[in-house]
């Protein structure tokens, strides 16, 4: 059976009234994880894995993974609007996201983030239907050596992304390696730098280190702000960019889904390193890169492109060859086991209503996703600055009772 007969299988199944369902259910559900800060992908899956239970095998792989590709989406809005990254591929799409929403570009940039999270969450699974196998059989060279290169070039381009001094920025990097060091070591089991602290045992995680750096500055400044800002109620043309901000996307869209799904092949967790990747290219080739940091469209088109881009791509190796590059496809891959069905090269074969299921249903689920995050971003832009107004208002009231 060939790729298109065994798409259009994976159509009839994906189309059926229940798996459509629960693929909605799975991509509202990772939009709400993305935009709460400090949850997560993994632990929205986790935590509804055992709601699975009950489920036949397609629709429980397709609603966690819905999930898992859904909070690449939402993890952008907060990020945005309010410099809170929701999930840590979102981190880089602070810097810029923000930027663009204190110049009142904050639509362009969720509408921005949103298509190119669809064109790059689509191109992925293209790729995932047409090249998989040559792609898995490449993932699997990976070594101890592919491992310490890709390390490397992670450091490198934190170099580029720079906006400081190269002696700073080695600094930071090397603070960043010891504070990865806490934790139990994966080859020895022995607990490094914990200080007989148990709670320390998992390491320190990215997300509240994320979270600390980005979203409690900012809730702390807010208060202490002297300007009171008007709730706007922008119109639907306000919120899509213009034509010079979709030009300047343009590129950086395509090199981040390219970017985007080929780090996702490789072990660790991709959609976080390949927005900092992404972020650093950008910067690297623009013909202004001052203008990083200040509300760079491609400082936002970019990292979310790569992010979904390689939440897709880490499905390759999970579906051909049954091996985890992390934590979010090794649950995958627990709720295909706890159903009977074993992941591998066997998986096409034996269960093709799954496999094609599966992919067929990653279609219509950034559809889902781009149709709830498009009219999503002007309601939540509204709820933000309300929230800026309230902030605001306390602040001058409590200062107006200690005056009297």
């Known amino acids: 059976m060939g790729t298109v007969e065994s798409l ?23 939009t709400v994880v993305g935009v709460l800060p400090g949850i997560g992908p993994l632990s929205g899956i986790s935590i509804l894995l055992p709601a699975t239970f009950g489920l036949d095998t397609t ?25 809170i990254p929701g999930e840590a591929s979102s981190v880089m ?14 639509g362009a940039a969720l509408c921005i983030a949103a298509v190119g999270s669809w064109v790059a969450g689509t191109f992925g699974v293209l790729m995932l239907t047409l090249i998989a196998p040559p792609l898995a059989a490449f993932a699997l060279r990976f070594g101890p050596p592919e491992y310490t290169a890709l390390l490397v070039l992670g450091l490198i381009f934190l170099a580029y992304m720079s906006s400081t001094s190269l002696p700073r920025t080695l600094l930071m990097a090397c603070l960043g390696l010891l504070l990865g060091t806490i934790g139990i070591d994966s080859m020895t089991g022995h607990f490094r730098y914990s200080f007989d602290i148990a709670e320390l045992g998992d390491g320190i995680g990215i997300v509240p280190v994320a979270v600390g750096l980005f979203g409690l500055g900012e809730i702390l400044a807010t208060p202490s702000a002297n300007v009171v800002r008007d709730v706007i109620a922008p119109k639907l043309a306000q919120l899509l960019p213009n034509i010079e901000e979709w ?4 590129m950086p869209i395509a090199r981040g889904s390219i970017l985007g799904f080929l780090v996702g092949l490789t072990p660790g967790s991709a959609h976080i390193i390949s927005s900092f990747l992404s972020y650093g290219v950008e910067r690297r080739l623009a013909k202004h890169p001052e ?15 790569a992010n979904n881009a390689a ?20 649950v995958l891959l627990a709720a295909l086991m706890i159903h009977g069905v074993s992941p591998g090269p066997t998986l096409v074969n034996e269960h093709p209503d799954v496999f094609w299921g599966f992919v067929a249903s990653m279609y219509v689920g950034n559809l889902m996703l781009l149709a709830l995050n498009l009219p999503a971003g002007r309601r939540f832009r509204e709820r933000a600055a309300n929230s800026l107004r309230l902030s605001v208002s306390a602040r001058d009231h409590v200062l107006h009772h200690r005056r009297v």
């Open 93 to 106: 799409t602070c810097i810029d996201g923000y930027a663009m929403a204190q110049k009142g570009r904050a």
């Open 8 to 30: 259009l299988l994976g159509f009839s199944v994906a189309l059926q009234p229940d798996v459509l369902w629960y693929a909605f259910l799975g991509c509202l559900v990772g």
């Open 311 to 330: 939440s897709t791509g880490a499905f390759v190796p999970m579906l051909a060859l049954g091996l985890p590059t992390g934590p979010i496809t090794a």
């Open 247 to 250: 030009r300047q996307a343009a």
């Open 291 to 305: 203008e990083f940091g200040k509300g760079a469209v491609a400082g936002v088109a970019g990292p979310e492109s």
């Open 59 to 83: 629709k429980s792989v397709v609603m966690l993974a819905g999930i898992y590709y859904g909070s690449q989406y939402g993890g952008s809005t907060t990020a945005i609007l309010m410099r």
